[in-house]
């Protein structure tokens, strides 16, 4: 077959850019390799940003997020038992959307399927051919499959996808963590009205929601350990000690997902090579702490969609721009990133006592800082709710 964009991985990343490529009047195909039901099960991010918002509203795909989604007006940071209100509203006149990734895909499908898209599940072997010449082409199958001829080929294949390392000579800037998340759904309702951030002894505690019936929580734990450590018994007394403080109760409820993810910051050299380009975690990681995998992946997106459908107007001028624009962006969400993950989360790997205690003591400073000076604050506000697409 012939199609103007190959469009590899259905993620929030590739389903998001076909709705916007339909918009534009260009043909595409999304090629996912896993199962609809195993794309529609994955249970991630949960934060949207302003900006991810108003993209969704623009497009007209936030009927579902607009009846599900919970505006909030800010988060709380935590540390030595105290809780501290950051108003994002008053801070910089903008709120983030608590609307799970789940939900997302399952609606941006279901426009798929409503438009008649073409949306392929369970596609083995996608290989991308020939992507610095003016006729890419992706093979499906192994040698007796399909053969899709294509204009352009995207990558929103995710970390472990196949278009980044068809990049040649593609460099990795990234680093690990020595932390990693476990977290939780819970069938209880959330005991916060906004997330909470918090910094204990212990490790990281935080709290969040899916909807006004269902908690969504996270513990810092070692990277090394299994959810077959982690007893439901051990998990609730650990958030209570964590996230506790003097007149708050959480409510406990039965936990109907358990998962560790591991945490690391990864920026590829560049997003794109001759006819390919890569939106979303095939081109960048970040830990969790502040909500940013999603809505990175949906600024390229907005990004490489509106450069697309000039470059089929016959302005290449944005998509020539396209990966030092989200580069640039991408940076400063890296680095807002790394600074909350390292500020809320203790750094057992300090060997030495005194020098940990040090580290300890100096992000409480920090977060003494952050809380306390209305500059500071205001930075982490803008830069939670989203710095401009
Ligand atoms: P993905 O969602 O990874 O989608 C890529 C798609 O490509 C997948 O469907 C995959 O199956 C498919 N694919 C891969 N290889 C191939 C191939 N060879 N051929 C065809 N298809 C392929 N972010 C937050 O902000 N908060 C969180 O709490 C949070 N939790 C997370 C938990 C986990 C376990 C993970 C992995 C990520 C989490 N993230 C979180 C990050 C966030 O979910 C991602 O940034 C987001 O999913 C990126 O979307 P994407 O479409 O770029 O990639
Ligand atoms: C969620 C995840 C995050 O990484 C975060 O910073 C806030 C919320 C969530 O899954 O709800």
Not at 109 to 134: C, K, M, N, W, Y
């Amino acid at each position: 077959m012939r199609t103007q964009v190959a469009i590899i991985g259905a993620g929030p990343a590739g389903l998001l850019l076909g709705h916007i490529l339909r918009r534009a009047g260009v043909g595409f195909v999304i090629l996912e390799q896993k199962s609809r039901e195993y794309v529609l099960g994955r249970v991630r991010a949960g934060v949207l940003e302003q900006g991810s918002v108003d993209i969704l509203r623009e497009l007209g795909l936030d009927a579902d997020l607009a009846a599900r989604g919970l505006t909030h007006h800010g988060i709380y940071l935590q540390y030595e038992g105290e809780r501290h209100h950051l108003d994002f509203v008053d801070l910089v006149g903008r709120t983030v959307t608590v609307y799970g990734q789940q939900a997302l895909v399952r609606h941006l499908l279901a426009e798929h399927h409503r438009i008649g898209s073409d949306v392929r599940f369970e596609v083995d072997g996608v290989t991308p051919h020939d992507i610095d010449t003016d006729a890419p082409f992706v093979t499906i199958g192994g040698p007796e499959g399909e053969r899709i001829d294509c204009d352009i080929v995207v990558g929103a294949d995710g970390y472990h996808g196949v278009c980044r390392p068809a990049i040649p000579g593609v460099q990795a800037l990234e680093r690990s963590y020595p932390y990693a998340w476990l977290g939780i759904l819970a069938d209880v309702a959330p005991s916060t009205d906004d997330l909470i951030y918090a910094l204990h002894p212990d490790g990281f505690a935080m709290h969040s929601m899916r909807s006004r019936e269902v908690s969504r929580l996270y513990l810092q734990v070692d990277p090394g350990e299994s959810v077959d450590d982690w007893s439901d018994e051990r998990i609730w007394e650990a958030l209570q000690t964590r996230l506790g403080v003097p007149g708050w109760t959480l409510r406990e409820g039965a936990i109907t997902e358990k998962s560790i993810t591991p945490m690391r910051s990864f920026v590829a050299s560049t997003l794109e090579h001759g006819r390919l380009f890569l939106v979303g975690d095939a081109g960048h990681i970040v830990p969790p702490t502040g909500a940013k995998g999603l809505n990175s992946a949906i600024a390229d997106v907005a990004l490489l969609g509106r450069s697309l459908a000039a470059h089929f107007r016959g302005d290449d001028a944005l998509l020539k721009r396209y990966s030092d624009s989200a580069l640039a962006r991408q940076w400063k969400v890296q680095q807002f990133s790394q600074w909350m993950t390292e500020m809320l989360h203790v750094h057992r790997e300090v060997a030495d006592e005194a020098a940990r205690a040090f580290r300890y003591r100096s992000q409480l400073g920090q977060l003494e800082y952050t809380t306390g000076s209305r500059h500071a604050q205001a930075a982490l506000a803008e830069q939670y709710a989203g710095l401009p697409f």
